[in-house]
């Protein structure tokens, strides 16, 4: 399955164009994020598909961000699926990287994966390989706005009662880069308690992804404690598209509402 | 707050116990009144469950 | 230019949940859950996420350290094992191998805990030894 992107990144290292490939190596059984840098490790290539298919997905548009700092004249390529594409783009607004140094290789999801994902658009615009997905509709969020002020209250607070503070979803996130991170001020969010501040923690961080999240689910599937942030993280994203008409990662140029930085 | 209102509300609280209104330092009178008129607004919406769930902790 | 991620367990706790260590041309810049480990299935506690951190911290010791008059003073391993040495023999003669405990770390490999066990049963002669992930 993996010829085309196997073969278009080939030839990009070959021809010198890219200095290396942020992509996911498959080797003993396990599948691990790997910057491929000569062509003839390419043979370990995987796309992410262990036991189901795209379920070893991992951040790699962070470690892209990690990569540039690092070599900030260098060109790469990056796997990229939809969720992924959407992420690239936001970066890019945000001035975490630089559009002309990464070259996108994408794939489709199969429906499978995109109706687990509830995904908005299962694949990238720059797609190479794998199928053009249809948009599945939105059950879980929905299943919440059918509930009554007081049920929604009991069940939130009955999932945020289980978190144990690990900030898995705030480490896998791809859209978190800034340095200073308001869930660990001391002044704001007390420490050495656990569950944290119920709902004060959790809604926070919601309030910090509006405009950043791009509804890839890699911090629900970070979650030892199953809480279904990707439905409440969802719901942030539907009222910044009604209320603001803006959908995170659809565009190119326009910015989040929220998002007001001028970099000169 | 048109944003925040929504998240409270799909959180189950009530959007109404978050209110903003710009009052001048120098406009006393309307600033009591704003108060009271929201202390009174929120009376009626009855306890706010998180209230209950400090009762409940302590 | 390297940067690739290495399959590795956590040392903390008994669970042994596996996590990749992000290296980035020879340096640890960070940790990741692995996907495919069966015990955590792509999930850590905050301790797992924090494995890179003590690794690099500026914190470590890097050189023995004696201390002489109440002040840590960096020392040469030739004085701070002779030191030792000389003190847990007097000690254990003085008060018996059992007036001796060892504190080892959950950082520690497998093989260099093992050695301390077998230094402290076998050398000093005492089952005094214990270890911050037994908590």
């Known amino acids: 399955m993996s010829t085309k992107i196997k073969e278009t990144v080939q030839a990009l290292l070959i021809e010198g164009k890219i200095k290396g490939f942020l992509g996911l190596r498959e080797a003993n059984g396990n599948i691990m994020p790997h910057l491929f840098c000569d062509p003839k490790e390419l043979d370990s290539l995987s796309l992410g598909d262990w036991k189901k298919s795209g379920d070893t997905r991992y951040p790699l548009n962070q470690m892209m961000i990690q990569l540039a700092i690092a070599y900030p004249n260098e060109t790469f390529a990056i796997l990229v699926r939809g969720c992924d594409e959407r992420g690239l783009r936001e970066l890019f607004k945000w001035k975490q990287l630089a559009e002309d140094k990464v070259i996108l290789i994408g794939i489709g999801c199969p429906d499978e994966l995109a109706r687990a994902c509830e995904c908005e658009k299962p694949f990238p615009d720059s797609l190479l390989e794998g199928p053009q997905g249809t948009r599945v509709e939105n059950e879980k969020v929905a299943s919440i706005d059918k509930m009554g002020l007081e049920e929604r209250f009991t069940f939130w607070e009955a999932e945020f009662n289980r978190c144990i503070k690990c900030l898995g979803c705030r480490n896998i996130c791809p859209m978190c880069f800034c340095n200073e991170c308001t869930l660990e001020e001391a002044n704001l969010i007390d420490t050495g308690a656990v569950p944290p501040a119920n709902p004060t923690f959790h809604l926070v961080r919601a309030i910090h992804m509006v405009g950043r999240c791009i509804d890839c689910g890699l911090c629900e599937e970070a979650c030892p404690a199953d809480i279904p942030l990707r439905t409440l993280y969802k719901k942030v994203g539907e009222i910044i598209s009604k209320e603001f008409g803006y959908k995170t990662g659809f565009s190119v140029d326009e910015k989040s509402p929220f998002n007001i930085i001028e970099v000169k | ?58 | 230019m390297e940067f690739k991620t290495v399959l590795s367990f956590c040392p903390y706790c008994g669970c042994g949940c596996g996590l990749l260590l992000e290296v980035l041309d020879g340096k640890i810049v960070g940790t990741l859950p692995s996907k495919t480990s069966p015990v955590n299935q792509g999930k850590l506690c905050v301790k797992g996420w924090n494995v890179h951190e003590f690794v690099i911290s500026p914190n470590r010791l890097i050189k023995p350290m004696v201390r002489k008059n109440d002040t840590l003073e960096n020392s040469s391993w030739d004085e701070a094992l002779h030191l030792s040495a000389t003190r847990l023999k007097e000690i254990k003669e003085k008060y018996g191998p059992d007036s001796i405990g060892v504190l080892t770390s959950a950082k520690c490999t497998n093989e260099e805990n093992y050695l301390l066990q077998k230094f402290t049963r076998a050398a000093i002669g005492t089952n005094n030894i214990d270890h911050c992930a037994r908590l």
């Open chain 2, 1 to 58: 707050m048109t944003f925040l209102k929504k998240l409270l509300e799909f959180s189950g609280l009530h959007p109404d116990r978050v209110r903003t209104r710009w009052v001048s330092s120098a406009e006393a009178v309307e600033f009591v009144h704003e108060v009271s008129e929201f202390v009174e607004d929120i009376k009626k919406l009855g306890p706010n469950p998180l209230k209950a769930k400090a009762k409940e902790a302590a």
